[in-house]
């Protein structure tokens, strides 16, 4: 089941990497209305460096609930792209740390915009946030 969980995030995270995850519309009556009980939880990445330079690059992903208390034991997955290019990504399952920190370590080897799709999951939670990062 897990398996067959990643392999369909790891189809998903192609589909977004080749910035071709056209969303089908469908009919409003179609999109469920948004739980109030969904648990949510912030994410946050730095670098290390910081900011992010060729070469070696840690990530560190921080993730806390509403209240500020840190998120341990949860599947942190990263996936990555780079701006107008695809095949150069990659999806990775970031390790926990404790104190809500998880980490990986990934070489960067061409500079510009990089995009980072994180998703957290430990059920009930299951959040992602999308941000970019510049390489210099
Ligand atoms: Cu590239």
Redesign the pocket.
Known sequence: MRTLYLTLLFGLGVLVACGQAAPTPGPPTAIPPPSPTRPTATITLTTLPDPPALGEVELIITVTEPSGQPVNGADVFVSTD????SG?GFFKTAEGQGNGKYTLKEYFG?S?DWRFSIRVKKSPLDVDRTLRLRFN
């Open positions: 780079h701006s107008g290019m150069m061409m510009g």
